[in-house]
Structure formats: structure tokens, C-alpha cells
């Protein structure tokens, strides 16, 4: 006889939360990581260096045209091939952090374009450097107007990191999948994933949309 849902989750409880644990900690590093490699990028895109765009609109169209599988399988399976040994949330972390940091760049430089050039000029023509412009002018009003896209992306991320149970990045799906073949109530089992999933992106969109409003009036 199949076990109910909650008789999974009494069960099976400590490897929920494990997996749980580990989604979140990968998605707040990806997350910060994947926020300054974007910012970085984002600036070299709209960098007046010719060098600089070219490598950040390469970077951005070929990580945004490729599978975040197969970016995840390169650091896994491809740096050791190489000599480099790496554990399977390193290689999910890295993954998630390249694969973000490219929608994540596209985001905020909407959001610079959206900015007058005029500040820019005003803000060279008052003695900043063009990193210190973009750093105290810029990118301060940038980022508010592209909040909405950057939390959509942050949720994306979150759920992308489903991708760690492929090569046993010990989270959330690694062990529902452990799960479900023990107790054969598949449909329980990643109904309880979904459960643990929205924990996570049903608090971070909240927090999206208050920081939107608080924002919008600040």
C-alpha cells in the first residue's frame, strides 16, 4: 500500500529539509554572485571600450543561447577532465551563477538605457570617473527601475537550482528523487517539492513586489 503525503513527510522529513537547505544555499550564493557578474557585464555592454562590449554581448548571447544542463555538465563532468576537481553544489553554484548572470545582465541594461544621458554628462562633467559615474549616478537608478525583472529572475533562479539534482547536488529534487523510489508515491513525493519550492519563491516575490512599492515613493 502506497503512503500517504503526510506519512511521507513524517518519514522522510530530515531529507526534505536537508535538500531544502541545500537549495538555499546555492540559490543565495548563485544569487549574489550571479547579481555582481550581471552588473559587471551589464557595464560592459554599454562600456564606451569596444573590447569590453564585444566580450560582454559575446558572453551574454552565448550563455543566454545554450542550456543552463549543459553549462552545469561542463563544470562538472568538463573541469575535471581537465585536472580540476570540483564537487557536484560547486559545479550547480557555478552553472547557476554564469547561466543568471547573463538574463540578469540584459535587465539592468534596459534599466541603464532607460537613464538620461544627460546624467552621465553632468555627472563626467562634475569630475567622476565613468566607473564613479555609473557607481553613485547610474546604477542607483537603474536598479530601481528594473527591480520587477531582476526578482522575476532571482524565482527563476531558485527553480533552476532543481538542476543540482542531475548530478547529485544534494538538493531538494536529489533527494525527492531518492524519496519516490523508496516509496513509490511519485505524485506525493514531488507534490511535497512543490510544497518546499514555494516556500522559498512565494516569500522572495513578496519581498519583490514591497521593495517595488517602497521604491516607487521613496
Not at 502506497?2 to 531529507?15: A, G, K, P, V
Not at 550563455?63 to 550547480?92: D, E, K, M, Y
Not at 562633467?125 to 537603474?142: C, D, E
Request: glycine share 6%.
Amino acid at each position: 500500500m502506497l503512503q500517504t503525503i503526510f506519512e511521507i513527510l513524517s518519514e522522510y522529513r530530515t531529507e526534505y529539509i536537508s535538500g531544502l537547505i541545500t537549495t538555499l544555499k546555492v540559490s543565495f550564493i548563485s544569487l549574489i554572485a550571479s547579481l555582481a557578474l550581471g552588473t559587471m557585464l551589464a557595464i560592459f555592454c554599454i562600456s564606451p571600450f569596444r573590447i569590453l562590449v564585444i566580450i560582454g554581448r559575446c558572453y551574454v548571447e552565448f550563455i543566454r543561447n545554450t542550456p543552463l544542463l549543459i553549462q552545469v555538465f561542463f563544470f562538472f563532468f568538463g573541469l575535471p577532465s581537465l585536472g580540476i576537481q570540483i564537487g557536484a553544489f560547486t559545479a550547480g553554484t557555478l552553472g547557476l551563477t554564469v547561466y543568471t548572470a547573463a538574463f540578469i545582465s540584459e535587465a539592468i541594461r534596459a534599466g541603464i538605457h532607460s537613464i538620461s544621458k544627460g546624467q552621465m554628462e553632468a555627472a563626467r562633467a562634475s569630475g567622476l570617473t565613468y566607473i564613479q559615474a555609473m557607481r553613485y549616478v547610474i546604477l542607483p537608478q537603474a536598479f530601481r527601475i528594473v527591480i520587477p525583472p531582476l526578482g522575476n529572475q532571482f524565482i527563476n533562479l531558485v527553480k533552476n537550482s532543481s538542476i543540482l539534482g542531475v548530478i547529485a547536488g544534494m538538493d531538494l529534487m536529489y533527494h525527492a528523487d531518492i524519496v519516490a523510489s523508496n516509496t513509490l508515491n511519485v505524485f506525493d513525493t514531488y507534490i511535497l517539492v512543490g510544497f518546499f519550492y514555494l516556500t522559498i519563491t512565494v516569500p522572495l516575490s513578496i519581498l519583490v513586489n514591497w521593495l517595488e512599492r517602497r521604491l516607487k515613493h521613496a
